[in-house]
C-alpha cells in the first residue's frame, strides 16, 4: 500500500479522464483489483454493459451512477434482464459532482465522459483502493492515523486501546454485514483493511451452525466477504493465538502455526514446534513485534467436542457454557516453553524452558518486557531481545492478592478464557473475570504497587489513567502508580461484554441491557449507542478508522445483528431539515386517471392504515393456483396489494411490479434504486412506494408514469446492507396515504437520524417534517425513535415500529410533533435512567383493543426467522373486523370475541397445525393464513401452506402447499376474492 506522503504524485495526475477500452474494461479493473470479491464504482454514462460483465466475471457488487436518466433506465434494465439488478448491480442517477457514497467504501472506481473532482474520487475510494483514470491506474494512500488491531486484544501487552486517530465521535454507519450470528467463542482482528473473524466450536442454535469453526474475513471498509477457512474443530481459539498484519495471518492451533496469505487465505508457510524443545506442539500464545515471533508452547490439550445446539428458547444457555468448559479448562493454555524466532528464516532467537506451567491467559508484553505468571507460585519479566531474566517474584502477599480463579462463567463475571493481565511501562495488572481483587504490581521491580478490592473490571490502559470498568461497582479511573481514584466515572459495564477504548471514548457493554455505551474521555459522561451492544468477547473492535460491532451468539441482540461498523461523522448535521427546492423533483403530469376503488379493494399493508388485514369479500370454498411470477433473479417480495383489476408487488432488486389480476399479465414495471421493503399504497389512481434509496416515488398506477419523487434521505449516501446497497436513511417504513396525505419515515437506527415528512399526496410537497426523533433524550444523545418498520394509521396519530428504545413511536399527523418522552431520570448514576428507555425490537403493529402494540421479527434480521430478541419481543398478530378478532402466535390461531357473556374474552375456535404463521387474512366468510406446517415430529422439515379456514367453526375449507415459504405478511385479497401470495423467492401466485 502507498503511504501518505504519495499525495503530491496523487494531486498531479491529470484531470482528463478517458475510457478504457471497451472490451477489457471488466477484465483490466479486475486484473488489477487481484480478487474475485470487491465494490466497483462506475461514474459516468455508458457503463451498462460494463456493469453486468464485472458482475458476471467476478463476485462483485457494482455501482454505477450516470447523470442521464435515460441511461439509468437502460442499465437497470439490461440488469433487470440478466437478474443481477439488486442483486449485485445497482444503479443510481445524480449529478457526478459528488458520488453517492459513504467515505472510504469502494475498492475500485472508474470514470468516463464526466468531470468528478480528484478530492469526490479520493473521498469515495478506500485506502489502498483503485482509481482508473483514463489510461492511469491510482492507488488511494492510507492516511496518517490509522491503526491495526493485530492481535486479539489489541496488541501483546493485552491492553484493548486502539491508537487509530481518525474513528472519533460522532459517528455515521459503514455498513451492516453477514454473518447474522455466530458460535462461540468469536476471536477479531484487523490489518490492513481487512476483517478477520473466528469463530469457535458452541453453537447453540441452528442460525449458528455454518460457522462453527470458520475465520471468516470481510473487507473492513465495506463488509464484502473476501475468505474463508475451516478452522481446527474443537480447539479452544479465545487465546492469542492469532496474529494479523498486512500480507500475512499467523494462526495457531494444537499443531502449528499456519502463515496464510492474508488477501486470499492460500497456506503460505507452517511453522511447528522444534523437537526437544518443548513438552508438547500446542501454541499456547504468541505476539509478534518488531518482525519477532513470539510464543508460548506446551503439553497437549483436549479438543471440545464440537456442540450443535437445537435451542430454541430465548437468552443465553450459561449452564451449558460451564458444563462444556468444565472438563477441558486446566488443558487450555498452559505452557513451559517460551521461544523466539524470526518466522521467515525460523531461526530461533532465544528459547527459555520453565519447570512450573505458565498461564497463557496472564502473558503480556510491553517496552521489551515479557511478563508470566505461574498460578500460586511466581510472577517473572525477561527481556524479549534475550529472553533473560529482569525480575522474579515469589512473593506470598502477591500471590495472595491474586488469589484463586473464580470459574467465573456467568453474565456478571465473564468467561473464565478471557485474558486477566495487562502492562504498561508502569505496571502489570491483573484484574478480569476470574478475579476478585485488582492487584497492581511494579513492571520495573516486580515490587506491590497497591490493590483495589473489585476485581471484576474490564481494564483499558490509557495515557491520563487506568480505566476500570466495572459490573458490581461503579468504573473507575485510577491512578497507576499509586490506586488513587482519579474520578468515579459514574456508569457501569453491562456484564460480560468486554471494554474495549479509542482516541475518544471507552466502550462497553450498556448497563441493564441498553446497548453500547460510549464513555466519553473528553467531557468525563456516559453515552449510548442503543442500537447494538459489544458482542460477548469481542467488544467494540477499532481498525482502520472505523469501529465494529459483532454477530452474536446469543438472543441480547437489540435493533440490528449481524456486523456493524461505524465511520467518523465529523460535522455532519443529524438533523438536516429538507426544502422542497433541493429535495422534490416533479415530472409535470396532470392527467392521472382516478382508479375506481372502493372497500373491497386492497390498496395498502394489510389492507387499510390502521392494518387490520380485513375485507369484506368472501372466499370460495376452493383455491386453485390461477397464475403464477417468476421474476428474473430470486429477491425478496413485498407483500401485494390489488386495486380494480390491479396487483401490484415491488422487491429488494427496487422494481415496482404491475400485473393484471385475471390473467398474470405483468402491465408494467418500474426501476427506483434501492430495496423496497414494504409494498407500495395506491390512492386516486396514483401508486406510491418508499425505496432504499431514500426516496419516496409517485407512479401512475395503470401505466408506471412517474409522476414525482421526494428525497427523504438528508444527504444522498448509499452503503452496504447485508449484500445491498442503499442510502444510510432508505424509506425502510413503507408509505402511508390516509385523506390525501403521505406519511414516510427514513432512516435505519438512529444514532444515524431519523426523518418523518408528511406529504401532499398529489404533489409531493412538504407539509411538515420531524428530523428530531432520532434523539430524544437531549443534550445530543442519539437515543429515540429508528425506523424499524412499517407505519399505522390511528385517532389522529401516526405510529412507527421504532426500534428498542420507543416503539411504537407516536407522531402527531397534524403536526409531526413526536409524543413520545424518556421521562426516567437519573438517581444513583449517570446511567441508571437508561433501564427504562427499552422497547420491543419488532417490525410489526397491531391496533388490539384501541392500543398499538409492536411485535414480530426485527426488520434487519435473517429471512429464516429464529428465536425472537429476547426484550419485549412475542410473534403476535391479529386481524379484526368489529367483534370479530382472528389472533395468535407461531402455532395458534384463534377466533375470539373480544367480550363474551361473562365481559371476558371468548375464544369461538382455535387451530395448532401451523410451526410458524407468516400472515392471516379475515375475509366476510373465511380467514386465509399462509405460514408452515407443523411435521409429524418437532424436528421434521416443515411445508409452506396456504390454508383457509371456515370463520365459524375454524374447519378446513382448503389447503393448498407452497413452492417455497412465503414473504412476511404477503397476502391479499382482490375485490373478485382472489388470493395474492408472494414468496421469498421472489414469486407472486394468485389463487381463486
Known amino acids: 500500500m502507498c503511504r501518505m506522503s504519495t499525495m503530491a504524485a496523487w494531486c498531479a495526475v491529470s484531470t482528463l479522464f478517458l475510457p478504457l477500452g471497451r472490451a477489457d474494461e471488466a477484465k483490466t479493473i479486475l486484473r488489477n483489483l487481484g480478487g474475485q470479491r470487491a465494490l466497483v464504482v462506475l461514474v459516468g454514462t455508458g457503463w451498462g454493459k460494463t456493469a453486468i460483465a464485472l458482475a458476471k466475471q467476478s463476485e462483485s457488487l457494482v455501482y454505477l451512477q450516470t447523470p442521464d436518466e435515460s441511461d439509468a433506465v437502460k442499465a437497470r434494465t439490461l440488469a433487470y434482464d440478466t437478474g443481477l439488478l439488486g442483486v449485485r448491480v445497482f444503479v443510481d442517477t445524480g449529478n457526478t459532482d459528488r458520488i453517492h457514497l459513504a467515505d472510504n467504501l469502494a475498492d475500485a472506481v472508474a470514470i468516463r465522459q464526466v468531470r468528478t473532482p480528484r478530492a469526490e474520487l479520493l ?45 472519533r ?70 487465546r492469542n493465538t492469532m496474529i494479523a498484519t498486512p500480507d500475512i495471518f499467523y494462526l495457531a492451533d494444537h499443531q ?15 511453522i511447528v514446534v522444534p523437537e526437544g524443545i518443548s513438552d508438547g506442539p500446542v501454541w499456547k500464545w504468541m505476539a509478534l513485534q518488531d518482525g519477532v515471533l513470539y510464543a508460548l508452547v506446551g503439553e497437549n490439550e483436549k479438543l471440545h467436542p464440537v456442540h450443535k445446539g437445537t435451542r430454541t428458547q430465548t437468552g443465553w444457555p450459561w449452564a451449558t457454557v460451564r458444563q462444556t468448559y468444565g472438563g477441558y479448562l486446566e488443558t487450555w493454555g498452559f505452557g513451559r516453553t517460551l521461544f523466539a524466532m524470526n518466522p521467515k528464516t525460523k531461526k530461533m532467537h532465544w528459547v527459555k524452558r520453565f519447570d512450573d506451567r505458565i498461564d497463557s491467559r496472564a502473558v503480556c508484553m510491553a517496552n521489551g518486557r515479557i511478563f508470566l505468571y505461574s498460578h500460586g507460585k511466581w510472577i517473572k519479566a525477561i527481556d524479549s531481545r534475550t529472553g533473560k531474566p529482569l525480575w522474579h517474584t515469589a512473593d506470598q502477599t502477591i500471590l495472595d492478592a491474586i488469589g484463586e480463579h473464580d ?76 490506586g488513587k481514584m482519579l ?58 478508522g472505523l469501529l465494529y460491532w459483532g454477530p452474536w451468539m446469543c438472543d441480547c441482540n437489540h435493533s440490528l445483528v449481524g456486523v456493524i461498523s461505524l465511520g467518523p461523522a465529523g460535522q455532519f448535521n443529524f438533523q438536516a431539515k429538507a426544502n422542497e427546492r433541493e429535495r422534490l423533483q416533479s415530472y409535470g403530469i396532470q392527467d392521472v386517471q382516478p382508479v375506481k376503488s372502493d372497500e373491497k379493494d386492497w390498496p395498502t399493508y394489510r389492507q387499510n392504515v390502521l392494518r387490520s388485514g380485513h375485507t369484506p369479500v368472501p372466499l370460495a370454498k376452493t383455491a386453485t393456483l390461477q397464475w403464477q411470477f417468476t421474476p428474473p433473479a430470486q429477491v425478496t417480495p413485498t407483500a401485494p396489494i390489488a386495486v380494480a383489476d390491479f396487483t401490484y408487488v415491488a422487491s429488494s432488486d427496487g422494481v415496482v411490479h404491475a400485473f393484471d389480476s385475471k390473467t398474470g399479465q405483468e402491465r408494467w414495471h418500474a426501476f427506483t434504486g434501492g430495496p423496497i421493503s414494504y409494498p407500495p399504497a395506491v390512492w386516486q389512481g396514483r ?108 385517532d389522529g396519530k401516526l405510529y412507527l415500529a421504532g426500534g428498542n428504545v420507543v416503539s411504537p413511536a407516536i407522531y402527531d399527523a397534524r403536526t409531526g410533533q413526536c ?25 410489526e403493529l397491531f391496533l388490539v383493543e384501541g392500543r398499538v402494540i409492536t411485535a414480530g421479527r426485527m426488520l434487519y434480521s435473517p429471512v429464516e426467522r429464529g428465536p425472537a430478541s429476547r426484550y419485549h419481543a412475542m410473534y403476535s398478530l391479529q386481524v379484526s373486523a368489529g367483534n370479530t378478532v382472528i389472533e395468535g402466535t407461531d402455532q395458534l390461531i384463534q377466533r375470539v370475541e373480544p367480550k363474551g357473556p361473562d365481559g371476558k374474552p371468548k375464544r369461538i375456535w382455535k387451530d395448532t397445525r401451523f410451526a410458524q404463521t407468516d400472515g392471516v387474512v379475515l375475509a366476510q366468510n373465511a380467514v386465509a393464513v399462509i405460514g408452515r406446517l407443523a411435521g409429524p415430529a418437532p424436528e421434521a422439515e416443515t411445508q409452506p401452506a396456504l390454508v383457509v379456514f371456515d370463520l365459524s367453526d375454524g374447519t378446513v375449507l382448503s389447503s393448498r402447499k407452497l413452492p417455497a415459504p412465503p414473504a412476511k405478511w404477503g397476502i391479499a385479497i382482490d375485490r373478485s376474492g382472489r388470493i395474492l401470495v408472494t414468496l421469498i423467492d421472489g414469486r407472486v401466485l394468485c389463487f381463486a
Open 123 to 167: 473521498r469515495v475510494v478506500r485506502p489502498g483502493g483503485k482509481l482508473f483514470l483514463g489510461d492511469k491506474i491510482v492507488e488511494k494512500p492510507v492516511p496518517d492515523g490509522i491503526d491495526d488491531w493485530s492481535h486479539p486484544y489489541h496488541g501483546p501487552d493485552n491492553n484493548p486501546l486502539s491508537k487509530d486517530r481518525l474513528a
Open 169 to 238: 465521535a460522532p459517528y455515521l454507519t459503514q455498513f451492516l454485514a453477514t454473518p447474522w450470528y455466530g458460535p462461540m467463542p468469536e476471536v477479531t482482528l484487523s490489518s490492513a483493511g481487512r476483517l478477520f473473524k473466528a469463530f469457535g466450536h458452541l453453537a447453540f442454535k441452528k442460525r449458528e451452525w455454518a460457522m462453527l469453526s470458520k475465520l471468516v474475513v470481510l473487507n473492513g471498509y465495506n463488509g464484502i466477504r473476501l475468505w474463508e477457512r475451516d478452522l481446527v474443530p474443537g480447539f479452544m481459539i479465545h
Open 256 to 270: 502449528s502455526c499456519k502463515l496464510l496469505d492474508a488477501a486470499t487465505g492460500k497456506l503460505l508457510d507452517e
Open 407 to 482: 470459574p467465573a462463567q456467568n453474565p456478571r463475571l465473564g468467561y473464565a478464557t478471557s485474558v486477566y493481565a495487562k502492562c504498561n511501562d508502569k505496571g502489570l495488572y491483573f484484574a478480569g473475570p476470574q478475579r476478585r481483587k485488582l492487584v497492581a504490581i511494579d513492571a520495573r521491580t516486580g515490587k506491590l504497587m497497591w490493590i483495589h478490592e473489585d476485581g471484576n473490571v474490564q481494564l483499558v490502559l490509557r495515557d491520563d489513567g487506568l480505566y476500570a470498568m466495572g459490573r458490581l461497582n461503579t468504573s473507575k479511573k485510577l491512578d497507576y502508580l499509586t
Open 487 to 544: 474520578a468515579d466515572l459514574q456508569c457501569f459495564r453491562g456484564n460480560c461484554t468486554r471494554a474495549t477504548g479509542t482516541i475518544d471514548s471507552i466502550f462497553a457493554r450498556g448497563y441493564r441491557h441498553s446497548g453500547t455505551l460510549r464513555f466519553d474521555v473528553n467531557d468525563n459522561k456516559p453515552h449510548r449507542l442503543p442500537g447494538m451492544r459489544p458482542a460477548c468477547q469481542d467488544g467494540v473492535v477499532v481498525a482502520n
Open 687 to 794: 401508486l406510491f412506494v418508499g425505496s432504499g434509496d431514500g426516496y419516496v416515488y409517485a407512479f401512475d398506477a395503470q401505466n408506471g408514469r412517474q409522476l414525482w419523487r421526494f428525497r427523504a434521505a438528508p444527504v444522498e449516501r448509499r452503503i452496504p446492507v447485508y449484500g445491498k446497497l442503499c442510502s444510510t436513511w432508505p424509506v425502510a417504513s413503507g408509505v402511508l396515504v390516509h385523506e390525501g396525505i403521505l406519511y414516510a419515515a427514513a432512516g435505519i437506527i438512529c444514532h444515524d437520524g431519523t426523518h418523518v415528512y408528511a406529504l401532499d399526496a398529489k404533489s409531493g410537497k412538504l407539509l411538515w417534517q420531524n428530523n428530531e426523533s432520532g434523539s430524544l433524550a437531549g443534550e445530543g444523545e442519539v437515543v429515540g425513535v429508528s425506523v424499524q418498520g412499517h407505519l399505522l394509521f390511528h
Open 819 to 843: 409524543l413520545n418522552e424518556l421521562k426516567a431520570k437519573p438517581t444513583k448514576t449517570l446511567d441508571d435512567h437508561w433501564q427504562m428507555q427499552r422497547a420491543s425490537r419488532g417490525s
